[in-house]
Every structure is written in structure tokens, then in C-alpha cells.
């Protein structure tokens, strides 16, 4: 492919780099960006053997429609600026504006003639009809450049620069393609408005910029009219394009999902997890003709549930740590309780945009200086305590914010997308700097510094940026979050209808591209419109797509939209949303909704600051120290065996009460309906029925249920079990032995009680020779006393089986073992009642004894001072009950199908 | 033709390459077909396993592989006097010596290239993570994209030797935690934006073998079988359009494929201990058990031997990429700061017979020619910049002659301080030349590279190329190419290599 590649391992290679020097980047929003021309010019470049470009025929009302500033000029810039610009003219011709081309050059006079392309010099020199064929030194135009050029010079040669950039400047980003219009301010009021806006600070100041700002917006884009049925606008235009395209279901719309897919799918999306079986069925036994949109509604208005659902997913996408430092690197902080708090309230989105990055707000995160080795360490979701730091932070929040890529210019200019030199990266990196940046190419340092800027020009802001490092975060942010800023919006209305129909509006949802423009633009830009104009309330627009048809329709693989990064053109209907995989926490919070049939918001996996085998083979990252704003959804062997053999996804699946109450239902039908709906919120359909309970039956032994009462069995009494090791606070002294009158003792001769001193104490033992054998069925116990005069304020009790994992505790939680609200440290109750003796009993299940355990060790723990006395302790072995694996088993088969995995 | 590529065109025929593997930036003219059958023409692997022995806590070169004039201790000494704390003692290769307490390596040497020469400029101070980061990936942190750990690229590029065996298994370190820095840890040696399909199987004690591949305990194998046909058949059961799905079909695969992998014969590779002869067992085994060590609580030691053991085994069944580690934990184990001596005494009998062991039994079953062992640490050390061992305030020494330190007691005499800029690997087998030595320090403080100094990326370029990988083998992420070396421009060391 010779010299049209770019290769970036020679950069600094001087002949590319001073080509790209000279040209001339026109973005598409009229901003005109000198790049850096400190380089070396290039030798005189060889002429090329000829190419014979293929010529065809004009239509006249075609090249009248041909823009000089958008489509023509570009292609000047980008092949002849070299060497025919204002600076450098060969042979005289000055390429780069029209009065220039008119004039022409010393060789052939003027370059075009207006009105006839093929007598035009420049036109035969870029045929090679005149020689050299031009550009010389670069590859020969392509066709559609050719004809480009034919087209507008035929049309008259126009220059419509001007009437662009008023365009663009006055009406933002027009990639829609409708026209901008203005709302009339008259100009001394604008100005005065604008200088109030951008002086001072305040979340009412933010809030007055977006109400003055909005009125910038040119209009959005009508609602077109289709034949297809529409429950809102956002139908209407996805329908549009199918006419557009002339499919089928322009005349016959695909039909919308069931009750039990809508039921599903619209839980998982709001709140994250799936309906209990009564939410289930009252959903779809309701017969009322609005349901779906009051389902909608009930969900978004269950505010901390809505929020849990997003706090991950926002932790991820802002890099937010668990803790301030680790192994002595600071963080970007820790921000979860903000998330939560911010969408509990359904704070407006430019709100809490604003307030990660602008220190004047009153709700600003302020960044945490912890530190290690004797230095300090700044945690900040704006890191900018080097070079590198700050141009992260600042491609972080273009990426997340703006939906734009811009990490490949960090280093030298994006070779990929032209909108990004590095110069104009590093511009806005520097609005995150207390200086200006230092322009460091493929790290070799250039000694030159870029002047900070934002990368937009947004109507009325002023050029400079303010020197004072606040002041200049809070630039950063008014034009992060104004409503002209043609990316903010649009960014995260495409992250929205993403998660919900599977395929964003642009992808990658990270990188918008000018040169690819979204499916559907149209749509895009009245969504973005409709956000902003409601207050950037993301839950009215996330109402407004849940509400839509269009997210309601069935599940279709023959019609469902595939983005294929090798064709990024290739349009999306949304005839059919796409399949998407339950994250981690969706999976392990709807088996904790179906297990225990009810959602414990203290039990989301979010909460959790802990990561094992089974959740990271689930896609949730151990750590964020690199920001992402989707997780993969990959299926893999390593997470296969986790569902399959996994004990952490068994003991979640088994050890549920449903699970339990199954067990006592005699009627099969029964049991397995019950079961369905727990697990799909549908009814089991009569073939599922029919294949359950064969299964059952296989798997189930004798119905004659065992008649053996429970046994209780003591395991230690007035002394140790054989072989156990002691241990505990004070060591040897750890257990004391008491008898009366000296002490309480409930059976036999001892109780025992803790002889160390401190807050928190504890006596345990371990190795017992003969292991405590203990099911899913079993109950342990224990005695304990409370003395009156010296109550603690918490009691726990621990059991090794190997680790130390299961652990029960009654009173305050004090004592930080384990993990809070997990059968590693599982409340069970108040303190009992002092001055008595207590039999405490901890169902196996509570404690995540799932399947049969071997327990060698136990231990005696307490906070709070007091005294404690215990004695008789064992486990009540109940009857197995046969029932309970068969019926973990179909179970666990209804959560690894595909059905429980997917949200179709 | 347009003097630039659109960014589509790249796409096109850049992804397509680096689809199987990106060979090449210049391959964009090559259709995707060509680009491997290239790349393997000119690349021939001598090695088609690998077994990275990772010891981190940066080990004290001047005690193992690089080891100077001893030392003794004398109260009141001066740090630059302190060169070593141990003999060096002479190996089975000649001219070729080792620190005192690495006899059984050193018995094994003529098998084996130490590299003594590896240095980078980055001063990663008193952070352990960062450097064990940039050895893992060879990139430094933070670098804006989940980076891919040596592994994940191994077994991305190379794929599976026998499809019954994971590519890329780890040995010796927790999996469950909530600790912030094994949390890092596990970031760094995962599989970074290549996604969870080049994930290690982790084995956190090889004693309990790859935990998933046994059913849970207490479930019968029929019980498993029944459960299994059940999930097939109600699946089938399910709506045609879910059926139909592409994805469906994947998941569905993976299930099947988990389940066929309980009942392959590659699972008693795991049974060492039924299968292996006892002496063979005891080979592995530390020379110093926990009681013996200063810090008790602190020991893998059989975690680590006989993780070793499991990795010969499970290269014989046909393993491709195998990391074992003697588990990092700050301050522990060679992360040392204060009784150096002592602790390196310690250390060095934890890891040298099991690692001998390892190098003699591949050697004697025919199998080290073609499998690189390698050893490694995330930097070395040298003597403190501070009286108060343990306490350096300006992130770890690095280039102090020690004309400024008194070593006053046992205590303070030993390597404490972290150093960048000199750091030690081991290579046996895998196409590495025998009994060689590359690169020279100096032999007094601070001991830098003065012949033959190397940079990560070359010798990460070096293990590849012994694999049969370009150096720049890149994976595309958010639309543009990563390389498995840093930024594609590691260089073998040729001089490295037989």
C-alpha cells in the first residue's frame, strides 16, 4: 500500500511530520488549527509516473449542492498545502482559498475557471493531462476527490465559508444536517448574560448557565411522520429510517415482546434485578391497558434500588477506588456513596458532571490527601501531578464525557482520526493543568508549549483561558456541560439507549467520529435536545426509551443489529434489540432475589469490596485503576467451571429459602412452577413441567421421607475436643475454665469464658482429631450467659473448616471479620438477654454451609468488654432431606440457562 | 489515493491481521491469511512451553545471581563496604559463580543463562506494585488501557498446546480478597482488554489442585451428569428466537467444553502426590519450614516447591504457559528491609532446591530444550540510604556509594534498599544458552550495569522470540493496536539465545 500508511514506529519522521505541519485541519465545526511548524521543511518531493483518474459524467443539480468549505477545501488542504499554501507557493499557487485558485500561479495563470472544470489548469494537472501530474510527491487523487472538484468548479466555483462558520458558530454541531436558527437574543443581551454567566460560581449559577444557554439550541429535529404504530417521537424516527430503507417492517412492524420479556427486561434495566414471583404475577395477571408504562414508572420511582443498579457502573466509568492508596499509588478516590447519593436524588447529570471537576461548586469531590513513605498522595478524580497524569485525567473525561477517543494523541497526533493533532489534545489536557503543556512527541521532549483551550469553540465563551488553576477547572467544566457543547449530550443519550437496546446510536460509545456519522442522527439529536431541555434528567429520558415501542419489540437474531468494527457504516434498524449477558451483579443479586424472594438492598454485590474467582470469571474487574464503560459480556471456559463446580455459585444457589420451602410442597406441578416463576417470573409451559418432573423423579430416592428425629449432637462440653489446639487473645491464657459457685455454668461440671483482656477478645481452638460433620440441614448451638453487671456489646461465633469463613453474631456489628451481610459474618440477631443462659441455634444455611462441611475448629468471640460465659456446643443433625439437592439442582439448571443469562 | 489511511481502511486490514495476531504494522497490505504463514517463516520457536518462576519483593543480586566479595559483618562498617553478605561459590559452569545458599542452582547452571545487566531509567521508589507491574506487562503504570499481562499474551498469540490444558495457569497465589494490593496484583496478571478468555486458571494451593475442575463436594458424578442433560434439554426447550442466537450457542459451548474438561486425562497431572515417587515429592520440598523462619506467619514454601512440581507435570501434559509465585506479601520474603543476611539465608533455602529440582527433572524426561524456565524479580537491591534500616524516606536508595551508611548491628547489615537499576534473570532451557553469563555490574556502590546493559522490552522480545513471537505482535483495543512489547519495539537479544 506504500507511502499512504502511516507508520507511527518512525515518528519524528520529518518529511511526514512537516507534510502534516503545513496542512491545514478543517474539523467540522469551522475551527481552523495551525499545527505546530517548528519541524523541518521537506526537500523537494519526485514527481510520480501518471495515473489516470477515472472521470465521469456531472449532473448540474448534483455539483450545485457541492460545498467549498466542507467538502473541496479539505481536499486541498490535505494534498497541496504542502507545497501551494499561503507561506509556500510554487510556482506562485496559493491553493488554500478561492481569490488564491482565481489568481493561479506563474506556470498556467488561473487555476480554475469558473463554470468549466475540464478547462481548468488545476484540473488537467490533477490528471496528468498537464505535467507533472499534481500533487506531486503524493499519491494522485481518488475519484470522488476528482469529481468533488469538477462538480464545484462547474457550479461556479463558489466559496460558502462565511455563510458555514456563522452557521456553525452561532448553532454548534449541525452533523444532523438540519439547519441551525437562532433564537433572538438581541446581541448586548447576549453579551451581558454570557459575561454573567462565566464570572463567579455556584450550582444556581450552573443551573442559570443551562436555562440561558439552552436558548442557544437550534431547533431539534421534527418528529417525522411514519405508518408504523408509535407510542412516542423516538418510534417515529427509528420507523423513518425503515421507510428510508424501504424495509419491510416500514408497512409491517415487528411485533413487541411478551408480558414476561417486557416484565424482565424492565426490571434488570432499571433496578437491576429480576421480580420476585408475587411481583411477577401481578404483573402479568394485571389486565389494565397501561401497564407496562405504570411499570415503568413504579421501577424508576424505587430510587435506591435505581441507584444501586447504577453505581457500578459509574464506579468504572470515573476510575473510583475502594481505598485512597494502595501499596503507596493514589487513586482517583473513592466516589461510590456520591454515585449512590446522586442517583438516590436523581441529580441532574451536568449537576454531577460538573461537580467531579469544578471546585467552585458547593458539591465539589474534594480530592484526599492520604500518604505513604513519608510523602503525601493526592487521591483525585482529576490527577494532575505529571505530565502523564493530567493528559489521562483529561483523555479520561473526554472519553467518558464526550464520548471521544483522544488517548492516541496524548503522545503524537491521532493517526487514525484526523480531528485530533496532539497540539489540540494537549490544548484541553492543559485546562486540567495549573500550566500550559509542554509538547512531549513519542517522549522525546519539544522545549514548545500549547496555549490551554478547549477543544470546541462554544458560542460567546471567550478565547483565553483564566491563568488561576480553580478558575481555570471551572472553565473546564461550564464548557464540559453547556448545552452547545455538541458532544455532552449526545454522549450520554447514546450510553442510555445502549443500555438499553444493546447498540448505541454511535459506536464505540467512547468514540465519535465527525467522518462516521451515527445511525440515525436524527434521532441522536432530539434525544440530546429532549435531555437537556428536561434539566438533564436522565430518568425522563430513560423513561422516555423505556416507554418507546421500539424498546418493547421481541427479541428477533434475524433482525437484531450487529456492529462490526470492520464496517462501522453499516446501519442499525433496531428492528429487535440485542441480546445482552447479565453482568456479575445482575447475576449474583437476581439469584439472591430468587433464593431468598426478596431483595436485601445491604446484599447487592456492589456493596461488596471483595473479588473472588466466581466474579471475576463474571466480568467484574478486581480493580479500576483503568477507567471502562462497558463490561465485555464474553463467555470463557474459567467462567463455565465456576457456574458448573464453583462452591461460591453453589452455596449461592442452594442455600436460598426457597429452596427450603420447596422441599415441603408434595405436588411436583407445584414445585416446579414455583420454581419457574422464582427463577424466569413465567410459568412453567407444559412440555417444561413434563421434563421437570421426570427429572425430579430420577433424581429424587424413595418418597418415603427418612422418619429419623433430629440428633443433637454435643461436641464440646467441659473440655476440648480431642486433639484441638487452643489459642485466642492472652494465648495460653486465652481459655479459662470455670466452675460454680465461682461462675454460671449451665451442663456438666464447666462453662468456659475468656481470660485475655482488650475490647475485642477471643478463645478458639482448631484440629480437632474428630471433625464435626455438618450439612445444609443441620442446625449448630450453643450455650452462652450474658453477665448482667458486664454485657458485651457483641457476641460472634466463628467455624473453621480449613479458613475461617462461616461466622455468626448477635448485638453491634463490631467485630470486622469477613465480609458484613454474607454468611462470612451473618447477623443473627440482638445481644440475648443477660443474666441467663441462652441456647443459641445457627441454621448451616446462614452461615454459607451449602453443601457437607468437616468443621475441626470453632471459636469464642466478643467486643465491648463484659464477661461471657459459654458452654454446651454442638450441631442438631436433621434428617437430610432428600429433596433439597434434586431441587437445588433444577434450580440451579434455571439460572445457568441462557434464558437467566440474557436480557432478551 | 489518499496520503493518509482512514481510520476504516486501517480497521479492515489491520484487524483482520491482528484477528489471530497482528504481526506487523507493515503487514496492512498483506491479506489476513498471509500475515501468520509470514510471520511463522520467520520466526522459528525453540521453545513451546514456558514456566516463569516469579519471585517478587526484589531479591538482592548481589546475594543469588550476582554475587560480589563477601563482606562480613563488623559493627561500624560502612555501607559502601558491604559487597556481599554470603561467598559466591562455584557452579557447574565454569567461571561462573552464585551466591552461598543457591548450591543446588548452582549444580544446575550449566544448564542455564543468568542475565546480570537489566536496568531501566524509571526509579519506581519505595513502590513495589509499579515495578512488579512493568515486569509483568512491560509497561509502565498507569497506562490508559487494561493492560495484558506476559501471559495473557502467550496464550493469546499461542493458544492452547493440547486443547485439554488452560494456556495460561498460575500457581502459588490467593484468589479470593479484598485486599487492596492483591487486588492490583490480580489486575496486572490478568488478561487485561483481551477479556476474560485469556484469564488464568488459578491454583492458589496445588496441593487442592484447580478447584472447578472436581464437581463441589458432596456432588455424585451422576448426580453432575443428570443435572448437566437436564440444563441441555430444558435449554432446548426454550423460546426457537433465544435458540437461534449466536451468543446462546457460545454459552451453551463453554458449558459443554467445561464439563468435557473434568473428565480428561489431564486432570491427574494434578495427583501429584498419588503419581509421583515420594523422593521425587521430598525434592520439592523447601530446605526451612515455617517454624524456622523470623517471620512465622509469612510461608508458602510448599505452596511454592511443589507448585513447581505441578508445573513440570502439567507441561508434560502439554501446558503452555505456566507462572508460579512464591506470594508476595509487603515486607515479606525477599521484600526485605532489615536482616538482609538472615533473611536471605532464609529465602534462598525456600526456592533453591525446588527450582534445581525442576531444572533436573525436565532435563532428565528430554524436555528442557524446548521449555523456558525463567526467574524473575521486580528489581534488586542495594544498600540503604539511611541508618534507620527499613525507614528511607526518599523511595529506596538506588545510586548511594554507601560512604554515608554505618552499619551498626545484624540488623542493618543486608541489601535494604530497592534498586531500579539493577536487576538479575535466570533462563534455563527454552533455546537460552548454557552456562552463560551476560552482562556485568559493577562491584562496587552503586553496582550499575557497565557491560552489556538491557532494556525490559528486549529481553521480554527475547523470551517471545524463544517462543516463535514478533516482538511487535500487537491486539487492537479501542481502535488502535497494543503491542505485546512495549509500544512493538522490544529487540531480542540474540546474544541471549543458542
Redesign the interface.
Known sequence: ?G???????TCGDNRLES?RARARIFGAFGVIIPLATALARSAEPAAHPKVEIPVREIDPAAAGQVSYARQVAPIFA??CADCHSTEDHKSGLDTSSVPGLLKGGKKAGPAIVPGKPDESPLVQFLRGLREPQMPKG???L?EEELHLIREWILAGARDDSASIAVEEKAGGLTESGTQASLVAYDSSTQKALNDLVFSGNGKDRLIAQRKLRLALLPKPPEPPKVKAPAFNPIDQFIAAKWEQAGLKEADAAPAVCSDAAFLRRVYLDVIGVIPTAAQARRFLEDTTPDKRVRLVDELLARNEDYAAHWTPFWEEAIGS???GI????GSRGNHRDWIFESFVHNKPFDLMVAELIDPTLPGYRQPDIGE????PVVSAYIRNETH??TI?SA?NVAQVFMGT?M??A?CHNH????EWPQTRFLAFAGMFSTNDLEVIRCEQKSGQFVAARFPFDLPGVPEAVPKPFEERLHRAAQLLIDPTNPRFAKTIVNRLWKRYLGLGLFE?Q??F?P??PPTNPELLAWLADDFMRHGYDLKHSIRQILTSRTYQL?????L?DHFD??Q??QARYYRSPS?R?LTAEELLDSIQVATAQSLDAQRRTYL??????LT??L?R???R??I?TAR????????????????EF?ERVYSGRVVDQAEDEKDLAKVIDRLYWVALSRPA?A??QE??SS?LK??LPEPKRAEEPPVEQVWLEDDLPQGANPGGTGDAGAWIWVAKPDAPVFSGERAHTQGGKGEQRQHYFVGAAKPLHVGPDDVLFTYVYLDPKAPPREIMLQWNNGNWDQRAYWGEDLIPFG?ANTPSRRRLGPLPAAGQWVRLEVPACEVGIA???DIAGWSFDQSGGGAVYWDKSGVVKNPTNPAR?PLG??L???V????F??I? | ?????????????G??AAAGAGFS??A??DTPAAAPAKAAAQLVAKADAMIHIWLPGGIAQTDTWDPKKYTPFQAGMKGSELLGTCEPIPTSADGIFLGKGLDNIASVMHRGTILRSLTNETKF??????AQYYMQTGYL???????PSLGAAVARTLGRRNPQV?AYIYIGRD????D??K??I??YL?PGFY???Y?P??IPDPAKGL?????????KMD??D???S??R???G???A????????K???K??E???A??DSPVKRAFDYRKEEKPETVKAYEPEVGADDLLDKTYYYGNRFGQGLLLARRLVEAGARYIQVEYQYG?FKGFDMHESGRTRMIEMKRQVDRPIAQLIRDLDQRGLLDRTLVMISTEFGRTIASEPAAGKE?D?FAERHTGDKLVIENEKMYGFHGHFSSGNCLAFFGGGFKKGFVYGKTADLHPMLPVENPVRLEDVHATVYKALGIPA?TNYVT???PFYVTK???GVPIDGLLA
Request: net charge negative; charged share 25%; hydrophobic share 35%.
Open positions: 500500500m507511502r499512504g500508511i502511516i507508520d507511527v514506529s507534510r490535505n494534498n503524493n499519491p494522485a481518488s477506588s475502594n481505598v494502595t501499596g503507596g499509588i505513604a513513605n513519608g510523602k502523564l497524569e489521562q483523555a477517543e488517548k492516541c496524548s493517526f487514525l482520526n484526523k464505540p467512547d468514540d467520529r467522518d462516521q421481541r427479541f428477533d437474531p434475524e437484531e468494527v470492520n462501522p457504516q441480546l449477558r461488596s469490596t471483595a473479588s473472588t474467582a471475576r470469571a466480568g474487574p478486581a480493580s485503576n483503568e471502562s465485555a459480556g464474553d463467555v470463557a471456559v474459567v467462567q463455565a467451571l465456576e457456574l458448573l463446580n464453583g462452591e453453589y409451559s412440555s417444561e421434563l421437570g427429572f430420577a433424581s465480609e453443601a457437607p462441611m439437592q439442582d433444577l440451579w439448571a434455571l445457568a440457562s441462557p434464558e443469562q440474557y432478551r | 489515493m489518499k496520503n493518509s489511511i482512514t481510520r476504516r481502511d486501517f480497521i479492515r486490514t484487524l483482520a504494522r507493515c496492512f497490505g521508589g519505595a513502590i513495589h506494585l509499579k503504570f498507569p497506562t490508559g488501557v487494561k493492560t488452560p484468589i479470593d480478597t479484598s487492596e494490593e487486588l492490583f490480580s489486575e490478568g477479556g476474560v478468555k484469564a486458571f488459578m478447584a472447578t475442575l472436581n464437581a463441589v463436594s458432596g456432588m448426580r453432575l443428570r443435572r448437566q437436564y440444563l434439554a430444558m435449554t426447550l426454550a423460546e428466537e433465544l435458540q437461534k442466537a449466536n451468543r446462546v457460545d454459552y451453551l463453554v458449558m467444553d467445561a464439563r474438561m473434568m509487603p524516606p523511595g511487535d479501542e481502535g488502535r509500544d512493538g519495539k
